[in-house]
């Protein structure tokens, strides 16, 4: 198909612009711990030793285990200082096996606790951990070298505590290279690894006890994980289970997933075996955890999870790994009013559902988790039972305080309880998600440091063990691909047209708000729709098609039966003359791009935030390149270095002026 698509070369950066349950009671010996981990919090010079415990095994821990080991911080806020505990390992000759530049080995007591902060590989050597859901034992043949876990502790998040669970436990941290390098052109990436310490020993990672130890003086605090999550984490995993997760946004709903997700790869000892995949159905637009923002998909997960989404930010297609992830199919939808049309999200998620029952004839033990979104008793209780009522649930986790419950939504939560019971579903509650202190990155900021990984990712390692290596040069240093919106004398059309799911757009603006935009590529089997191949309007002056408003005064979306999305991609500009749209796809997704046939491809605008980091790239990376430091303190106006297009200083736009008119900025400015 000459003239379709093609790769074109670099262009300037310029071309842009154009039944509630409570939780189990603590044991005396976890009591006990708690009560000296608090006062560890209230004085922290004191210097106390750990308890000691005689069990020997995996299994023997998990009695301890279950008692909520991690209630030693449930009540760290209390304490009176900003200087907070985020382990109980000390540092010394006895529990320092070894060490060098490129790893440091541990010993690790039975319910103590380590973390660090940066990037490293995991190695357990002797006995057993917990990290983040995950249960990690030494390999049993002692020739034989462990399994090694890429762990990532950016100060974005919550740092995470490895807790031991044998008597005596040797741990391997070592070094790896930098991870997520994009610190050059987005100061969204500065200083959330590990600090260099510009030393003899300079690795991506540091052992660190309190956080007044971190070289940088972050707002860090640990991960609280609530009393009763692991109890119900184990009884949720049995194989070929599906599991709801449900409660109020931000309330912890993904971290119990994630936990989940990990206890089901790892197991627990002779207890439960590993399973090699479990099945994850993502119903959160705004904060998916293995895709690009904008969209809920069903992804076949192989993985342990032991980082944020940006370190993982979209499954890598084509892969020939059996221990990667894998997009199984997936639905655009956008990320803010996505349940304003409750009918198109049920039809998303049945699809995505019976994808899933569709597979598991392959997979028959492979369990189900489904994350949701803003799906609680107050809010969207309808949309809730229609849900329930649709599919066999085996649990439903309801991530909710039992005050809340039992004070404003007791009633509600008997009928959902009589829904669960009628379905054969079992309804579990659990306390939500506790934090010390708000996140230094905001929602919308992880969205756009999860996109920018995704369009700078390259693919795998080639190595046993497989890691995602990224390009620190801006988005304008990729090729793009010329897609033709109308046939000329020389080129094809290569899609349909473009189909908006926000706010209707008049069609003399169109051109405007798809430039710079992301979109999704859909591929469509839809009779209806590929009959409006060629007979789509076209906007006036350049002529670009698209999909018109209905009766009902929006675009109708595409059938979930008959489509699926493809990938998220970024319109780097338009050639009108050449009647071309250049479109950025990231080069793990270019091998989607050669299968793509015309009369079944539309691009989907209106589901994404726009991507404000890709035009401040250029920008950063000249300050870079200049030899700047610290580029996120930095005015780059101020200092002579170009601003892109749509871009403009803060002095700029406050010397505008208000008029005594509302203005609005399209995008953002520095």
């Not at 020993?201 to 009763?228: H, M, Q, W």
Request: charged share 20%.
């Amino acid at each position: 198909m000459p003239g379709k698509r093609k790769r074109v070369g670099i262009i300037s950066s310029d071309a842009i612009s154009s039944g509630s349950q409570q939780s189990a009671p603590i044991s005396a010996a976890a009591a006990a711990r708690s009560k000296a981990h608090i006062q560890t919090c209230v004085d922290i010079s004191r210097d106390e030793s750990p308890n000691r415990s005689n069990s020997t095994s995996m299994d023997a821990a998990n009695d301890d285990y279950e008692d909520s080991e991690q209630n030693a911080y449930m009540n760290i806020e209390d304490a009176p200082t900003t200087n907070r505990q985020l382990s109980t390992w000390r540092y010394s000759k006895e529990t320092v096996l070894s060490e060098s530049e490129a790893q440091v080995t541990v010993i690790l007591e039975k319910a103590s606790t380590i973390s660090l902060i940066g990037c490293f590989y995991l190695m357990v050597l002797k006995g057993a951990i917990n990290v983040n859901g995950a249960n990690v034992s030494a390999n049993p043949r002692k020739r034989e070298k462990g399994t090694s876990y890429h762990v990532f502790v950016p100060s974005t998040h919550p740092i995470t505590a490895i807790r031991g669970l044998d008597r005596c436990n040797e741990i391997q941290f070592q070094h790896c290279p930098a991870t997520a390098p994009f610190s050059s052109i987005c100061p969204l990436f500065s200083n959330i690894w590990n600090a260099s310490s510009k030393g003899p020993v300079d690795r991506s990672f540091t052992l660190i006890r309190e956080s007044n130890d971190d070289l940088l003086k972050r707002s860090i605090f640990p991960a609280i994980i609530p009393d009763g999550w692991t109890s119900r984490i184990e009884n949720c995993t049995e194989p070929s289970a599906t599991t709801m997760i449900i409660g109020p946004s931000s309330s912890g709903k993904s971290a119990f997933a994630k936990q989940l997700l990990n206890r089901y790869l790892t197991g627990f000892g002779k207890r439960s075996q590993a399973l090699s995949s479990v099945f994850y159905l993502d119903l959160d637009p705004s904060k998916p955890e293995f895709t690009p923002h904008g969209q809920i998909s069903l992804v076949h997960v192989r993985e342990v999870n032991l980082g944020p989404s940006f370190t993982h930010p979209a499954p890598i297609p084509g892969s020939s790994s059996d221990a990667m992830n894998e997009l199984v199919r997936a639905h655009p939808l956008p990320i803010r009013g996505y349940l304003g049309d409750q009918e198109h999200f049920l039809a998303c998620f049945e699809d995505l559902f019976q994808t899933y029952v569709n597979l598991r004839q392959q997979t028959p033990f492979a369990p189900l988790v489904i994350d949701t979104l803003g799906l609680d008793l107050t809010s969207n209780k309808d949309l809730l039972l229609k849900i329930i009522a649709r599919i066999r649930l085996r649990y439903l986790i309801y991530v909710e305080s039992p005050f809340f419950i039992a004070e404003n939504t007791s009633n509600e939560f008997k009928e959902l309880s009589t829904v669960a019971t009628q379905k054969g579903t079992t309804l579990l509650s659990v306390e939500p998600l506790k934090l010390l202190d708000a996140p230094t990155r905001t929602n919308s900021e992880i969205r756009s440091m999860q996109m920018l990984s995704y369009f700078h990712c390259n693919g795998f390692t080639n190595s046993s063990s497989p890691q995602r290596t990224y390009s620190s040069k801006p988005c304008s240093f990729m090729k793009p691909w010329d897609f033709c919106y109308e046939e000329t004398a020389t080129s094809r059309q290569g899609f349909i047209g473009f189909l908006t799911l926000c706010e209707w757009i008049p069609p003399s603006e169109l051109l405007t708000a798809l430039n710079g935009s992301l979109i999704q590529i859909v591929e469509t089997e839809d009779p209806n729709i590929q009959k409006a191949f060629h007979n789509l309007p076209r906007t006036g002056k350049f002529r670009i098609p698209y999909f018109n408003k209905s009766k009902n005064g929006s675009v109708e979306p595409p059938d979930p039966r008959t489509s699926r999305l493809v990938c998220t991609a970024l319109i780097r500009g338009f050639d009108p003359e050449r009647r071309v749209a250049q479109v950025l796809v990231p080069k793990t997704h270019e091998v989607l791009m050669y299968g793509l046939k015309p009369e079944k491809t539309i691009f989907v605008f209106g589901c994404c935030e726009f991507p404000e980091w890709a035009y401040m790239e250029d920008a950063y990376y000249d300050l870079w390149q200049q030899g700047g430091e610290n580029a996120e303190n930095v005015d780059v106006g101020k200092i002579g270095i170009d601003l892109p297009p749509w871009v403009a200083t803060a002095q700029k736009i406050e010397a505008l002026g208000s008029l005594n008119t509302v203005r609005r900025v399209r995008k953002f400015h520095q």
